[in-house]
Structures are given as structure tokens and as C-alpha cells.
């Protein structure tokens, strides 16, 4: 997207921004999931059970890359949770597992600069009781949509360049990698390059669906969760240049869907259904897949994953742009999608008038299964497996 000029210097600016003023600190609230809760962090109530995971011998790692710690007794590891209980900024928070009500772990949101509506996450540790379970998930899902909805635009993750495995996990969890502050800080004697990763209010609701999609009851199995969250939460589809949709593509998708889809509205004799939903609500229940030609959205690719199959739930060309090949390279690039989550059945439907449609799956390999009558019209269903 170009870039306003200011009408005297003709130089490039930023674009506007809709609410300027400064965004609402957080506050000491409790945040309830399935698998945990946040709650304010009380040394007194939280710090024999964050203890018993977090010092002594075999606990060192935890401690590796923090600024505190390693702790040898519990006289110092609760002078250390006293501290973090007292201070604003960082602001912590006890994460409580939801079945036994024990702390499991601490987070906070720091660096609190309201101002300009950027927020960091940051001081966390996850004891081996939380490690690698749905909860830790979970405890990131809630600060990020607690962050959100107060109306912060950015949400910053920092670590030690060193730590491999917060920079997956921030990865895993829908951040995107900024760049390395070189030689950014002294700790524990030692110097830290540290790695920057950000994630913007408008990637949100395609982020948290991510993360709702992998903590769905539907998502779970035995052996664990069954789609990847790092596969869920991904901005790019591998072998495509498609981007994930922001909420500052609301306008063009819904121009774009408009175009496409209104030429069947004669055919159908009633409104096409992509039409029936707002963009707004399209961005925040489905996966959106732009492709942009002269930066502008060109076609659309609007998924539904499920555990066991993807839904198609939409592809639409800007009608300037069809007959271009468009059309097929958004509908391979759903089956790509597809084996990035290590599915195999792909599924669309379409209205029952519309033959050319039916027929131009058809020939791409998808099989007519069922017709579903409506109200108001016939739905075809189509399926396809990949090989």
C-alpha cells in the first residue's frame, strides 16, 4: 500500500490514526480460560506453590535468560515474588491451573507506554507443570486479548537472542520476528543481543482464531492437539505469495467479494452467500488469503480448518483480473494449505445454478457429494482428497 505525501512537502507519511489518545493501563483483573486463569500475583498466596516448581536444584534453566534467579531457598524466591507483586510496571500476574488452583507460573505486562498503544509481555516462567501443556497456550491466548481489547496497537515479545526456544515459541504464537538489538543489554553480568517481535492490533483476529482453533475441545485428542498452532496461527502460505488479511483490508474485501460474486445474484435469484456475511465478521471467523495486484487485493482465498478437513469457504477474482489463471492459483494454493496443516480433505460448497462453477471444480478434481436444500436455494457440496 503507497504510502500519504504530505500536501506541502509531497515527502511520505505515515497513515492516520483513527484513536490517538492514550490507550487504558492494565489493570489487576483475573482473565478465566479453560486450562488456566490469571490472576494478580500475591506473594503470600501464590509463592509456596510457584516454589515448589520454580527453586532448587534441577530449576536453574528456568532462570537461564530472566533477570532473577536462580533461587537456592524460599526466603529469597518470596522476597523476589513480593517485589514483582508491588510493582506497576512491570504489572505480573499468577498463572493458576484451572483444575488444581495451584500457581503454575508468572507472566507481566511491561514497559506500559500508553501513549503510543505499545505493550510488551514479558517476565514469564512456566514450571514444569505448565510446560508444554494446552495452559501455556492458553495464558498467552488471554494477555493477548486482554491487551486488544483495551486498545493497544502493537504487543512486543523480547528475549535473549540466545533462547531458541522463546523465539519458536513467539513464532508459534503469531509474533512476527522484527530484528537483533545488538548488544541492547548487561544481564547477570553478561551481555544479551536481543531478538524483537511484535504483533499488531490489526493481525489480531486472524491471529486469535489461531489460537481459538487449537485450544477448541474439537482440537484435542489423546496423543494432544491435533493441528499446529504454529501452522494455525502462520501468515504466509508456503510455495504462495498470498499474505494474511488485517483488519485494513475490511474495505477492499468487501469490494472485492461485491464484484465477484454479484454477476451470480441473476443467476442464484437470491444474494450470493460470501455476500450474506459482512466483512468485518469474515475477518474474524475465517481464515482470509489476499492476493494483491498494483497493491490492491486482486483475489481472495477465505478458509474454514477444521480438525479433520478444510472448508473452502469462498475464492473470488476481481473480474478485471479473471481469466488470468487467478482463480486456479487460489484454489491450489488452498490445497497447499491444506497439507500445511497436514490435511487432507478439502471441501467447498456452491449454489446449484451455478453450473459453470460446478463444472470448473469438477475439473480440478472435486466430487459432487450431496445437495443440501435451503429455504431459499440449493446448496452443492464438493469434496476433494488430496493424494
Not at 500476574?93 to 500457581?103: E, M, N, P, Q, V
Amino acid at each position: 500500500m503507497s504510502p500519504d505525501r504530505d500536501p506541502v512537502t509531497g515527502l511520505p507519511i505515515g497513515r492516520p490514526v483513527a484513536v490517538t489518545g492514550p490507550a487504558p493501563g492494565p489493570e489487576r483483573v483475573r482473565l478465566d480460560g479453560r486450562h488456566v486463569s490469571i490472576v494478580p500475583l500475591e506473594a503470600e498466596a501464590h509463592g509456596a506453590d510457584l516454589a515448589d516448581g520454580a527453586i532448587g536444584p534441577g530449576r536453574e534453566a528456568l532462570w537461564q535468560y530472566m533477570a532473577a534467579g536462580p533461587f537456592d531457598d524460599r526466603a529469597s524466591f518470596q522476597a523476589y515474588l513480593a517485589a514483582c507483586a508491588a510493582s506497576a510496571d512491570p504489572l505480573f500476574y499468577a498463572i493458576l491451573d484451572a483444575g488444581s488452583r495451584k500457581a503454575v507460573g508468572h507472566a507481566s505486562l511491561m514497559r506500559i507506554d500508553r501513549a503510543n498503544r505499545v505493550i510488551e509481555v514479558g517476565n514469564i516462567l512456566y514450571t514444569p507443570a505448565l510446560q508444554r501443556t494446552p495452559g501455556a497456550t492458553e495464558a498467552m491466548r488471554l494477555l493477548a486479548g486482554y491487551v486488544f481489547d483495551l486498545g493497544y496497537r502493537r504487543y512486543e515479545w523480547k528475549c535473549n537472542a540466545l533462547n531458541a526456544p522463546s523465539r519458536k515459541a513467539a513464532q508459534r504464537l503469531g509474533f512476527s520476528y522484527e530484528g537483533l538489538f545488538r548488544q541492547a543489554m548487561i544481564v547477570k553480568g553478561r551481555n544479551r543481543d536481543t531478538a524483537w517481535f511484535s504483533m499488531l492490533d490489526g493481525e489480531w483476529p486472524q491471529i486469535r482464531q489461531g489460537f481459538d482453533r487449537w485450544l477448541d475441545p474439537a482440537n484435542s485428542s489423546e496423543r494432544g492437539q491435533i493441528a499446529r498452532l504454529g501452522a494455525l496461527t502462520t501468515a504466509a502460505i508456503p510455495g504462495t505469495t498470498l499474505r494474511r488479511a488485517t483488519t485494513a483490508d475490511e474495505a477492499a474485501l468487501a469490494t472485492l467479494q461485491e464484484a465477484a460474486y454479484a454477476p451470480n445474484r441473476p443467476l442464484l435469484g437470491v444474494e450470493p452467500v460470501p455476500l450474506l456475511t459482512p466483512a468485518a465478521e469474515v475477518l474474524a471467523r475465517y481464515e482470509v488469503w489476499l492476493a494483491d495486484h498494483d497493491g490492491a487485493p486482486a483475489g481472495a482465498l477465505v478458509l474454514d480448518p477444521t480438525p479433520d478437513h478444510l472448508m473452502i469457504w469462498s475464492v473470488s477474482v476481481d473480474p478485471a483480473r479473471q481469466g488470468g489463471g487467478l482463480g486456479n492459483a487460489l484454489l491450489a494454493a488452498a490445497e497447499r494449505r491444506a497439507r500445511d496443516l497436514d490435511l487432507s480433505d478439502l471441501r467447498l460448497y456452491t449454489g446449484d445454478k451455478l453450473v459453470r462453477n460446478i463444472d470448473w471444480y469438477a475439473r480440478r478434481g472435486y466430487a459432487t457429494e450431496r445437495v443440501e436444500d435451503l429455504p431459499d436455494r440449493r446448496l452443492v457440496h464438493m469434496r476433494k482428497i488430496l493424494a
